[in-house]
């Protein structure tokens, strides 16, 4: 099958470069999620675990890929140019999607937050005036809600469980809440592309709102506490992205140019 026909939106449609910018956003946060779940494969706490994280990983590869081939149009870099060779200041993705696995529960924290953000927000830019991140939303959205219904399976789970897995639980939920808020900062970029990009901000009542849903059942509290900087969307990231793309681009950077 051709590369085009398993990617979302026009073949010919050429981003301006402002809207190959947010792409950049949503492309990066889904690629490298993408390539911290990935980790867990041979590794995750049953083989169905495994299976499962590989294919929501899989997913997320496959979002970043339409994303990343679409801002590519801007300046005709590809979906490769952009995931092997750009350094990490040239990288977009928000602190929450750089966060460490550490230990099972919490990367069920990281995508509890991660997929009920990327729900709310692919709902929303099924209305971009944009027709490829239009489809780009489309497509990725019913993906999505089988990662936010595992995520919140597991939190329910975790937090029913045992002693000591509803421990693991809130600590993981206390370990990656802080990056939450920069999800829903509004930043210069959305005012340029009003009716094309999702205004963050208009996100935070719905995730709100799934969140506290969950909780209240799990009989967790939301955590509280310190709120980090942030700065991703600026090229400000946290220490840990320099390693995921370290083992990212490995291949690629000793072997330029490489096919097989």
Known sequence: MALEAELSGSEEAVASPDAAEYALWLGDDALILAQQLAGWVAHAPELEEDVAL????????????????????????????????????????????????????????????????????????????????????????????????????????????????????????SDVWPYVDELFRDEPLNDRLEGVAVRPSTLRAGFDAVIAAVFAEAELDVPEGFVASGGGREGRHFPNLAYALAEMQVLARQHPGATW
């Open 54 to 173: 590989g294919n929501i990983a899989l997913d997320l590869l496959g979002h970043a890929r339409s994303l990343l081939r679409y801002a590519g149009t801007a300046d005709g870099r590809t979906e490769d140019d952009l995931a092997y060779w750009r350094d990490e200041p040239e990288f977009r993705s928000a602190w929450l999607f750089e966060q460490t696995n550490g230990d099972f529960a919490k990367t069920i924290a990281r995508q509890l937050a991660a997929s009920v953000y990327q729900f709310e927000l692919y709902e929303a830019l099924r209305s971009s005036s944009d027709e490829t991140l239009a489809a780009v939303a489309e497509k990725a959205l019913k993906e999505v809600d089988y990662h936010r219904d595992h995520a919140v399976q597991w939190t329910l789970r975790l937090a029913g469980g045992t002693d000591e897995s509803r421990r693991r639980m809130i600590r993981g939920l």
